[in-house]
Structure formats: C-alpha cells, structure tokens
C-alpha cells in the first residue's frame, strides 16, 4: 500500500498548533486537552499525507524520547487488516510534530531482511548452495510477474550454479480471482516434487490468458479455477505424483496455513505488490529489466567473493 510507504521514508516537520491567534486568546489555546492534541496531530497526519477517510489514525499517549525538549508518540494507521505503526517526536509544549528516520549503521538491512523470510522446505531452483539467493513474491495470474518469470530464466541459463531462486506466494486476490488458487495448487505439488513445482510455475505464468479465458467467454471465477485444477491435475499425472494426495490437497483450499504464512510475511516486509524480489536482502520491486537484475546479482556474488561472470549451462 503506497500509503504505508509514504510514511515510511518521509522525513518532515509538521507544526500543529502554528495558526495564528490574537493576544486575548493565546493563553486558552496554549495548553490544549489531550484530546484535543491528538484530534490536531490525526488531522496535520490526515491532510500532510493525504490518508483517505476509510483509514484509522490512533495516537498514543507520549513518552520519553531521545531528543531534548521532545517526547514519543507512537501512531497507528490501520486499513482493514493491515496496520503499521509509526514514531514521532512532539515538542513539550505541544506545537510541532516531527517524523524522523533513526537509522542503526551498526545493522545490515539486507541480513535484516533475509532473516525475516523463511526459505525451508521451498522448492529451490539453480544451486541450492549459491552464495546468491533471489526470492520472488509471486502472483500467478499477474501478467508483470509473468514477464519477470521469464527474464529469472533467463538468468538462470546464465547463473544457475551461482544462484538459487525461490519462490514465495503473494497473490493479488482482489484484483486476480485465481491467483490464491494457483498459490494452493503449487504448493500442494510442491510438497510432492520440487520439479513439478516448477513445470507448473513454467506452464501458468506462460499460459495466463488461457487459464483467465477471452473477454467474450465471460469464464466465471469458479470456472476459472477449474481450469487451475485440471492443469495441477495434469503436472501431476506427468510427473508421478500421488494424484489421490493432490486431489485432497486441492479441495482443501480454505486450509492453506503456507499461502497465509507466506502473505503474511510479505506484509511485513512492506511488500505492496507483484514482482517483489529480495536478492540476497535487497529489495527489487516490480518487473525489472534483466540487465538491472544481472548487475544487483554481480553485486552480491562480488560481495560474497565470487567473480559475478555467468556460465553458461
């Protein structure tokens, strides 16, 4: 969400009680209410940083903080289920609000990121053991992802014994009716065979408009994921798997702890949207061009002392 973003990287002063005021009322508005000071800080938030109507803005009570002359304050912005919180600094006398970045250089980012996703019992494809780990936050029916689908492949003819690629599930239900479906599917086969997995990531990303139907068919959604099924159904037949296990799987969608874990995960990464990649931390966001990505991936394979020159395979 672009507007968790925002707030994210923002570095501003806000004055909330900077409007004039004559002598004969200075006084009274001078020590404000609690509530009063915080309706001040919600609506300076609201209007500074453009927060539509439908999104909660809760201020907590201040504490202690770091910088003379300022306390803490702790703001919530919630939107159905997604929530972040914020840190500012409000002057004691309760007239100037400031957002400020604290950035730790004793920390690495990327580290901090990597720790944050959980890569076990993923299906892995190039070298298990590469110094260089790309992890993608997929939508199966997101054309974008499609595209960045086929330039990972690409990649992989290059550096496929110096990377691995894994994939997360990060599907767009709102505005892709089988991708949550997809997501289920894949993983059912994935906890079968790790080279089905990625014949089915192969054949869905490269035959979505198959899978949606034309325009004039107008496929229902139900129908829609039929279609997802019978693709499952078929990679599993071709490769052997136990296809009264996949079924099973299949019908049991509402149960996906993994889908939920996964998106989850996402979210608290500040992920937004699809293609997300972390490439050994560092965050990519949308279908970028192989070039840009061949050049982030010299970058760490030389960071972790590695040449950064594809083979070819």
Request: hydrophobic fraction near 35%.
């Amino acid at each position: 969400m672009s507007l968790f973003k925002s707030l994210a990287v923002v570095v501003l002063a806000v004055c909330v009680g900077c409007s004039a005021q004559s002598s004969s009322n200075t006084q009274s508005q001078n020590k404000l209410s609690d509530a009063q000071l915080n309706r001040r800080i919600q609506d300076q938030i609201r209007a500074h940083f453009s927060v539509p109507p439908q999104v909660n803005i809760t201020v907590g009570a201040p504490k202690p903080s770091d910088f003379s002359g300022y306390d803490a304050v702790t703001v919530a912005i919630s939107d159905g289920d997604k929530s972040k919180n914020y840190e500012f600094l409000l002057s004691k006398d309760g007239k100037t609000l400031a957002r400020l970045s604290k950035i730790d250089l004793s920390k690495d980012p990327y580290e901090e990121n990597m720790a944050k996703i959980d890569i076990a019992n993923r299906p892995v494809r190039g070298n298990k053991d590469a110094k260089v780990t790309i992890v993608n936050y997929d939508d199966f029916e997101c054309p974008f992802c499609a595209r960045m689908h086929s330039e990972l492949v690409n990649v992989l003819k290059q550096y496929g014994d110096k990377v691995r690629i894994i994939y997360k599930d990060y599907p767009l239900t709102e505005i892709h009716p089988w991708a949550d479906r997809a997501a289920v599917d894949s993983n059912c086969i994935a906890s079968q065979n790790t080279d089905a997995y990625w014949d089915f990531a192969d054949y869905v990303h490269s035959n979505q408009p198959a899978i949606t139907g034309k325009k004039e068919e107008h496929r229902s959604v139900a129908a829609m994921q039929e279609a997802v099924d019978k693709v499952t159904l078929d990679i599993g037949r071709k490769h052997s798997l136990n296809v009264d296990q996949l079924q099973a799987c299949i019908k049991n969608q509402s149960e996906s702890a993994a889908l939920k874990k996964s998106v989850s995960e996402a979210n608290g990464l500040d992920v937004s949207a699809t293609p997300t990649m972390f490439v050994n931390g560092e965050k990519l966001e949308g279908a970028i061009e192989e070039d840009a990505l061949i050049d982030v991936i010299k970058k760490h394979l030389q960071e972790q002392g590695s040449t950064g020159t594809g083979a070819s395979k």
